[in-house]
Structures are given as structure tokens and as C-alpha cells.
């Protein structure tokens, strides 16, 4: 997988960042799609069929015409984008990117090498109910069941997981930490991760690199511009 930001490369060079699912997470607003797209583009660009799933409500076509104004063609010619409007249609379609992967192949399409899904969790979060248990406990096989099935097919067709993710906050012995969402399923499953937070500088961004124990690989900053993260 290759990242736009060369510290990042350089932080998961020493690392398999191929290996499993990769994450990018953060609050509300952060950059996180920002940063997803412009993955896409610089996978898109070295001849990668890119898969990009969007679940959030607007699709953002301002966004992508803003960020790739200069080679709009050609990430659009190596990307193909899908929108998903609930969680049980999310669920149902990674559990049919295999029959997708397989039909490229047999059109003669290619393999797909990257599948990015943001976000992973927004529509999940939008059902849970304090009130239901048991509802809640069937999002969470659901959420398990896909990033089981991510997982699979990153190791057996060699495709680059990426997914997006949103900050959550769990307390132990009265200190509150910033973690995923999805908690336990997320830190069996994520290899890598990328946390993106705010500062005191307006469209500075700190970023956190961490590996699948939770080790922070690297930290650094980022400027946010109109044309993405530089």
C-alpha cells in the first residue's frame, strides 16, 4: 500500500503493512476521508484497481473534483466507487467483493489491489441501541463477519484493506482513552493504524502510527490544504 505522506511509508516500511487491515481513524471532521482519497489517487495512479466504498449520507463529488482537479481521468479510470446506505447492505456487499474480484478477473478487468471502505463504522453506529442487546450483539458478529471476510481476501488475493474508522472513548480505573470504534473486534483485526487528531494550529493535523500491538511506530504533523494533506 502506498500512502501520499512519505513519513508514513517510511514508518510502515519496517512493519508488513500489507498483512491485514489497515485503519485510519480519528474524530468527527478530522481529514479522514481527505486522506482516504487521496490514497486512492496515489494507488489509482501506479495502475492500482482500487475498490472505494463510501457509506457516510453525501457522496463527496466537491470533494474528489477539488482534491484530483489535475488528474481527475485518471483516477477515475482505476477507481471505482461505491455508495452503501445501511449497515445490512454494507454486510452483504464485502460479502459478495468476492464474486466482484472474481467477474474483473474473468472480463478481463484485472485484479482488484486495493479495497478501501470509508467509513467501516458509521453505519453500524447508527443502530446500536443502549436499549437492545441483543440487536447489539448481532451488529457486532456482523462487524466481526466482515472484517473476517476482509481479511480473507487480503490474504488470499493479495488486496490492500484500508478502512476509516471513527474515535471512541473507554474508561479503566477512571482514565479515558481514545480508542476505535468497534473496540475488541477492531484490535483483534487491525494490522496497522493511523490516528489523526487535532492541534492547536488551524489545519494542522498530528498523526500517530501504530502497529498491531498498539506500538507507535512514528508521530508527526501535517498541514491540511484544499488540495489534501501535504
Aim: charged share 25%; hydrophobic share 40%; net charge positive.
Amino acid at each position: 500500500m502506498q500512502f501520499p505522506l512519505p513519513k508514513i511509508n517510511e514508518s510502515f516500511k519496517s512493519t508488513d503493512a500489507k498483512e491485514g487491515i489497515t485503519s485510519l481513524w480519528g474524530s468527527f471532521g478530522i481529514g479522514k476521508s481527505t486522506l482516504a482519497l487521496q490514497i486512492a489517487w496515489k494507488n489509482a495512479l501506479n495502475r492500482k484497481n482500487v475498490l472505494y466504498i463510501y457509506s457516510k449520507p453525501n457522496f463527496p463529488f466537491n470533494k474528489i473534483s477539488t482534491l484530483f482537479e489535475r488528474n481527475l481521468d485518471a483516477l477515475l479510470e482505476n477507481i471505482q466507487f461505491i455508495k452503501s446506505t445501511n449497515f445490512l447492505e454494507l454486510f452483504r456487499l464485502v460479502f459478495n467483493l468476492e464474486f466482484i474480484i472474481l467477474n474483473r478477473l474473468r472480463s478481463g478487468k484485472g485484479i482488484l489491489r486495493m479495497i478501501i471502505i470509508d467509513s467501516l463504522t458509521d453505519l453500524y453506529r447508527l443502530e446500536l441501541r443502549h436499549d437492545k442487546k441483543g440487536k447489539n450483539i448481532g451488529l457486532n458478529y456482523k462487524l466481526n463477519q466482515i472484517l473476517a471476510n476482509l481479511s480473507y481476501l487480503n490474504k488470499q488475493y493479495d488486496i490492500d484493506i484500508l478502512i476509516t474508522n471513527e474515535l471512541s472513548r473507554n474508561t479503566i480505573e477512571g482514565v479515558i482513552y481514545d480508542v476505535e470504534s468497534g473496540g475488541n473486534v477492531m484490535e483483534y483485526w487491525v494490522k496497522n493504524s493511523i490516528k489523526i487528531e487535532r492541534t492547536d494550529v488551524v489545519n494542522n493535523r498530528k498523526f500517530i502510527l501504530y502497529d498491531g500491538d498498539r506500538k507507535i511506530l512514528s508521530v508527526f504533523n501535517s498541514r491540511l490544504t484544499n488540495h489534501g494533506f501535504e
